[in-house]
């Protein structure tokens, strides 16, 4: 029907965590997913998703799938997709690389009809708190203001103005834990092309809320968001309704205007979107007073998980440190709850996480087999944790091509995983691979919020989280500087900028 149309698609895809003082660079893209050109569009077809891993490519491969379901003839137009594990803020130097890139390859990829770019949402960049709306400006700088630009974004993106407002059809996670990538992609595809056929005329409405909470509450399967997620399912099965989403924002970001939003397209109608934006943000905000829970110390997380005997006995413990979550851009190289296993672990077998180059750099001339003594962590981040002593054999030295160099550690009853680049340690792999038998331990240290429940699925008997002090905890709203009062640390009487200014508080 009619002529091809014509689709260019690219991804850059961080969540930053801004208290990381680990800086993060165009390398950190590189080793874990950087795809370009033909690569990226045979990684993305229905047949090569298996090959290049399907998780990192699928909004795209989504996107791709509603461009073959569609009756437009559709040309893609592959650019480049780069995803990293999340980390520190990245180097202004490989912004404005990744800039001049999508600038370059927009500028070489001919006529375009629509531009489709899948960003995270809250990716931050040193000295630019808000790089996504950079990207978004240069494709309206490069192509103009009429051309149709859809994004996708992760469910914690935190959305601004300057974000929201040169984007023409906005789609995101509707899952948490996120599992719905490709269908998310397979939205904002079947919008943007319904759009290029002129079937609709997707108008958006959204709301901010002055509000910042994290953890579990904010899990889609259990209440208090279990009803709000039904809530959003319904109002998107409206015929005009195009798209419906809750974003919860990232918890650890240097911006001063943050929070949660809602955001609703519909097919041309703004009173209706502007309609459900407003209810799904009255749902939000009526369960804000659901707080994270508190996790004990170290010390009282080792006594938990000692009297779980049976549970042991019958799998092992999964113990995650939540205050140096590396899922969430910690720097993976805290030694507090080291220190306390160390003192007050024996008895019981720990399999232990580290990032620590520096460490890796002294072992690479120790033997394998042989005995060492050296000091760990806190290389990456001194000012909030000291390098520990340890002494043990050196079991294994090797080269993974996503962590860089990996070394193992006999320290008695701790096994300690040392890698040069960021690791979860979500999946049990992370240990098997290392010649380590899931059975033989008590606990597996992991560095991840949720996901590792399902990859330690058949292991895991219980599971523990710690706080020790960091990167991610979730009362870092506690030191944050809000240009506007915000839940939890004030209490705003209303999400709803007139009415804090009705009841005598600031907006
Ligand atoms: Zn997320």
């Not at 091809?4 to 993060?24: C, D, G, H, Y």
């Not at 090959?51 to 909004?59: C, D, L, S, T």
């Not at 375009?112 to 978004?136: C, I, K, Q, R, W």
Request: aromatic content about 8%; proline content about 7%; hydrophobic content about 40%.
């Amino acid at each position: 029907m009619g002529q091809t149309k014509r689709i260019a698609m690219a991804r850059i895809a961080q969540e930053s965590n801004a208290l990381s003082p680990v800086v993060s660079t165009l390398e950190d893209f590189k080793r874990t997913h950087f795809l370009e050109g033909n690569a990226l569009l045979s990684a993305v077809m229905p047949d090569g998703q298996e090959v290049e891993g399907f998780v990192k490519n699928a909004e795209m491969s989504g996107f791709v799938q509603a461009t073959m379901d569609h009756e437009l003839d559709v040309e893609l137009v592959p650019l480049f997709s780069a995803w990293a594990v999340p980390g520190g803020p990245l180097s202004a130097e490989d912004h404005a690389w990744f800039r001049q890139k999508l600038r370059d390859d927009l500028a070489a990829a001919g006529p375009l009809d629509a531009v489709y770019l899948s960003v995270h949402g809250s990716m931050n960049v040193v000295g630019t708190p808000e790089p996504e709306a950079d990207y978004f400006k240069d494709i309206r700088d490069t192509l103009g203001e009429d051309i149709p630009l859809a994004v996708t974004m992760d469910l914690h993106a935190n959305l601004s103005s300057a974000k929201i407002d040169p984007i023409t059809i906005l789609c995101g996670y509707q899952t948490n834990p996120h599992r719905d990538h490709a269908k998310t992609g397979q939205r904002a595809g079947k919008i943007v092309l319904d759009l290029l056929a002129a079937k609709v005329k997707p108008v958006t409405a959204w709301r901010s809320l002055p509000m910042l909470i994290g953890g579990g509450m904010t899990l889609d399967f259990l209440p208090p968001m279990l009803g709000i997620f039904r809530a959003m399912k319904r109002f998107e099965k409206h015929p005009k309704v195009l798209s419906c989403n809750v974003y919860m924002s990232h918890l650890w970001l240097d911006q001063s205007e943050i929070g949660w939003a809602t955001v609703v397209t519909t097919d041309n109608e703004p009173q209706l979107a502007g309609e459900i934006a407003e209810k799904l943000a009255d749902m939000c905000w009526a369960v804000r007073h659901k707080l994270p829970p508190v996790f004990p110390g170290p010390s009282k997380a080792i006594a938990k998980v000692r009297k779980m005997r049976l549970r042991r006995k019958l799998g092992t413990i999964t113990m995650c440190d939540a205050s140096d979550v590396v899922g969430a851009g910690a720097p993976g190289d805290s030694t507090k709850l080291l220190k306390a296993i160390l003192a007050e672990g024996d008895g019981l077998t720990w399999f232990f996480p580290m990032r620590d180059p520096k460490a890796l750099k002294e072992l690479e001339s120790a033997t394998v087999g042989g005995d060492v003594t050296l000091e760990v962590g806190a290389s990456l981040d001194p000012a909030r944790n000291e390098p520990v002593t340890v002494s043990g054999k050196l079991s294994r030295f090797e080269y993974i091509e996503c962590f860089g160099q990996v070394a193992t550690l006999d320290l008695g009853n701790v096994q300690m995983v040392i890698t040069e680049g960021a690791n979860i340690a979500m999946k049990p792999d992370f240990y098997k691979d290392r010649g380590l038998r899931i059975w033989d331990s008590d606990v597996c240290v992991v560095k991840s919020f949720f996901p590792f429940h399902l990859y330690f699925l058949p292991y895991a008997r219980s599971s523990v989280y710690v706080t020790t002090g960091g990167t991610t905890d979730f009362d870092v709203w506690r030191n944050h500087d809000y240009a506007r009062p915000t839940w939890p640390k004030d209490d705003p009487t209303a999400w709803r900028p007139a009415d804090r200014a009705r009841r005598g508080v600031a907006s």
